[in-house]
């Protein structure tokens, strides 16, 4: 029956897509959380009456973000070509797509985590501090746990952002859905290929969003 | 315990400079509960702040326990912040911790070991009556207990002093008198220093030993909350002492039996501490031919004493009741004529 439907799929193909597809999008979400927090946290604490306050910081990590933000994936994987060569060795391959990905989706992320943190109420950090809590611990006790919910939906959205930026990389030569669903679908014309990759994709990305809400109403006892 | 001297705040901003705090000299005792009064923008807020060195003083010094706030930094700062704690007029609770959890939270800054904390908190959770709601996150408690786990919690590393930032102002009438009663428990039985801060006279009078009054930065009025109350000096004060002496409807009530009784004299009698307890009234009664009539009275208890007022209209001869309003002078209470007007 779905051989009916879809002919020209190769399921090993399909399937090894799918993995490599999986693959870019965990370890660059992973990564994407990392780096976003501390960015967030850095753009948070050096704003104006936090704790750091220092404005040619804030105004660094901010342009740095905005700016990496602002460019178009599909020319940020070009323009980082050379990066990649020198961090990952090649420019072909799930590992390939890795910088760009995170180095994409990273800012994004942090402007999540900074909207998060603000919403902290001021009162609970002030609290803190009146009981000689240090700035690394108000970071760690304070600021991550009390955004949690507002961290963990915003890196639901960014995984999924980060999905569909994986089939981008794809078409450039990094494997997964979006490379299969360009070289077999598109260019061989075989279009039952292409409406099997964006299936799976979108089963990736219901599962993404469904994790994260689970987890985020969990967390939030607000 | 706590000396302020000569203390300044000036913030900068776009207008110039502002000056929330402006020479304000106090000092207070050991055990004492200490109020300051003022409306919002009085700069009570900033005094506290500097009491634990949230803010810093522009001018003057703040010694508390022995150590200069003003000059402290680093981890000698967190230390003494563990020896001087605050509640705030929000609670200020971690949403994400329950009750048990938001109460160890000072024990973990200060590093205490796990064991011990979850005894010490058990121990403050019955100190403060929230036995079987450990498991509990703030959200699903009443302001009152959200209240109560905010000074269990201030309590946790053994403080020499706590502030109370108006930490009353968001509970109904009946949950801030609970936790007023608590603080004055904790006061006798910790033998801790509190200063607290409030728009609120009935505090002061329920729970205070002494009171200073702030009004534009300065402190305008300040001794025991019985010689205030008794002997308002300033225009803020006597409005004040007012929240607390007069229900809201009295000076209508007044003006009514004024137009009603167009003839003789209404009279407002403070009595404090002991003037409340003799027979005035009848001894007036019988001395003099007049009709006395009671009108309105209330007596209110503070922490040295009571103190009470009594309206009441006298009518009779211009003589006798001039000389009536003599005789009550004589003893310690305070005579007001009321005009009308």
Redesign the interface.
Do not use: C
């Given at each position: 029956m779905i051989e009916e439907f879809f002919p020209n799929v190769n399921w090993e193909r399909m399937w090894e897509a799918t993995r490599e597809t999986l693959y870019m999008a965990s370890i660059s979400v992973v990564a994407t959380f990392i780096f976003g927090i501390i960015l967030g946290l850095l753009l948070f604490l050096t704003s104006k009456g936090n704790i750091w306050e220092n404005k040619p910081v804030n105004f660094i990590v901010s342009s740095f973000v905005n700016i990496f933000r602002s460019i178009p994936f599909i020319i940020l994987i070009v323009l980082l070509i050379p990066f990649t060569k020198i961090v990952i060795g090649t420019m072909i391959g799930e590992n390939a797509a890795l910088p760009a990905l995170i180095i994409g989706a990273a800012p994004f992320y942090a402007r999540m985590v900074e909207i998060g943190l603000r919403e902290i109420?001021k009162?609970?950090i002030?609290?803190?501090?009146?009981?000689?809590?240090?700035t690394t611990?108000i970071i760690w006790?304070?600021l991550i746990?009390?955004s949690?919910p507002a961290l963990v939906s915003g890196i639901t959205v960014t995984a999924i952002a980060l999905v569909s930026y994986t089939a981008m990389a794809g078409v450039i030569g990094a494997g997964g859905l979006g490379n299969l669903a360009f070289l077999e679908g598109f260019q061989r014309g075989r279009n039952d290929v292409t409406l099997m990759a964006t299936i799976i994709i979108l089963v990736i990305v219901f599962i993404i969003q469904y994790i994260g809400d689970t987890i985020t109403s969990k967390?939030d006892?607000? | 315990m706590i000396s302020i001297k000569n203390v300044k705040k000036i913030y900068p901003s776009k207008d110039g400079p502002v000056t929330a705090v402006d020479d304000v000299n106090l000092a207070i005792e050991n055990g004492e509960i200490f109020g300051v009064i003022g409306y919002s923008g009085a700069g009570k807020s900033t005094l506290i702040r500097m009491l634990?060195g949230?803010e810093i003083p522009t001018e003057g010094s703040i010694v508390v326990a022995g150590r200069e706030m003003s000059k402290i930094g680093g981890s000698e700062?967190?230390?003494?912040?563990?020896e001087?704690?605050?509640i705030?007029q929000?609670f200020?609770?971690?949403?994400?911790?329950t009750v048990r959890d938001n109460i160890a939270?000072?024990l973990?800054?200060?590093g205490v070991p796990k064991k011990e904390r979850l005894k010490r908190v058990k121990e403050l959770v019955n100190l403060v009556g929230l036995e079987g709601r450990e498991n509990s996150?703030?959200?699903q408690l009443s302001g009152g207990q959200k209240q109560r786990v905010g000074i269990a919690?201030a309590l946790a590393?053994n403080p020499k002093v706590l502030?109370c930032d108006e930490a009353t102002s968001a509970l109904d009438p009946q949950t801030t008198d609970s936790i007023l009663e608590l603080l004055v428990d904790i006061n006798k039985r910790l033998g801790l220093t509190i200063v607290l801060i409030t728009h609120e006279m009935h505090v002061i009078r329920k729970i205070c030993h002494r009171v200073a009054v702030m009004e534009g930065g300065r402190v305008v009025e300040s001794g025991p909350v019985l010689n205030v109350f008794k002997n308002p000096q300033q225009a803020i004060t006597k409005r004040f002492v007012q929240q607390v002496t007069e229900p809201e409807e009295t000076k209508e009530t007044i003006k009514h039996l004024l137009s009603l009784y167009p003839e003789g004299q209404v009279i407002q009698l403070s009595f404090v501490g002991e003037g409340a307890e003799q027979p005035l009234i009848s001894n007036l009664i019988r001395n003099h031919p007049l009709m006395v009539n009671i009108l309105q009275g209330k007596i209110s208890q503070t922490q040295n004493g009571s103190y009470g007022t009594l309206f009441i209209h006298l009518d009779g001869e211009k003589a006798q009741i001039d000389e009536a309003i003599a005789y009550i002078r004589s003893f310690e209470v305070g005579v007001e004529v009321i005009k009308n007007d």
């Open positions: 109420d009162g609970v002030e609290a803190s501090r009146s009981m000689g809590a240090k611990t006790k304070v746990p009390e949690m967390l006892k607000r | 634990n949230l700062l967190r230390q003494a912040r563990q001087i704690s605050m705030f929000h200020n609770l971690l949403w994400s911790r939270f000072p973990e800054i200060a996150y703030p959200s919690r590393n502030l």
